[in-house]
């Protein structure tokens, strides 16, 4: 299993509420992926213009397929336009 902390930053400007609306569409449509075993939007409780995906997989193939997806190609685009930073890392259990 692979686990993915998708990190991102909202611009200063940005309606959280109008971001979370189209992330919301990513999650569910995620969620039905054959691969997906959890994918889950956050929020900072510190810092409210902190947002971040946790993700479970069952491989890297299934996170490549993710992310060839026609959801994630037309969703995250718009995401980005909301955020000013974004880091991701994917983990392994050790």
């Keep these: 299993m692979i686990r993915v902390v ?3 930053k909202l611009k ?3 309606n959280k509420e109008e971001y979370i609306k189209i992330a919301r569409e990513l999650v569910t449509e995620t969620n039905k992926e054959t691969g997906c075993i959890s994918y889950v ?3 900072d409780i510190n810092d409210p213009t902190i947002v971040t995906m946790i993700e ?3 491989d890297e193939e299934a996170i490549n397929q993710h992310n060839a997806s026609e959801h994630v190609r037309n969703i995250v685009p718009e995401l980005r336009k909301l ?5 991701i890392n994917l983990y392994r259990k050790v």
């Design 56 to 58: 479970e997989w069952v």
């Design 41 to 43: 939007l956050h929020e």
């Design 6 to 8: 998708a990190k991102g």
């Design 12 to 14: 200063q400007d940005v």
């Design 83 to 87: 955020r000013e930073s974004t880091e």
